[in-house]
């Protein structure tokens, strides 16, 4: 199971950082990512790790703003979001493939697995 917390409201220019608690596997193995999804838009990838290389895949638009890093003893994966704008506005979800590893095939591919959505606003 994947449990998501820690959206909410930020202002531009703001910082959030949203936890990903895994429950039922440890994380030396699977991809884990953060995708998103803005009303009307597609759902996009933000973030995805390797936990078992430490590999870190992010598309351009996240790119200087966007980390993702892990605390493996408490099994949660956490994205640090900076220097937000409003059209980082979005439900934000955390997403793995237990049977693969590669951050950049999970961001590129379609997670198996899935948790509930925490919403991030920015807007002043």
């Known amino acids: 199971q994947l449990q998501a917390s820690g959206g909410g409201l930020v202002q531009p220019g703001g910082s959030l950082r949203l936890s990903c608690a895994a429950s039922g596997f440890t994380l030396n193995r699977p991809a884990i990512g953060w995708f998103r999804q803005a009303p009307g838009k597609e759902r996009e990838a933000v973030s995805c790790l390797s936990t078992n290389s430490d590999i870190t895949y992010y598309p351009d638009f996240v790119k200087g703003r966007f980390t993702v890093s892990k605390d493996n003893a408490r099994s949660i994966v956490y994205p640090q979001m900076n220097n937000l704008t409003p059209e980082d506005t979005a439900v934000y979800f955390c997403?793995?493939?237990?049977?693969?590893?590669?951050?950049?095939?999970?961001?590129?591919?379609?997670?198996?697995?899935w948790g509930q959505g925490t919403q991030v606003t920015v807007s002043s």
């Open positions: 997403a793995a493939d237990l049977a693969q590893s590669s951050s950049y095939a999970l961001c590129h591919g379609r997670p198996p697995n």
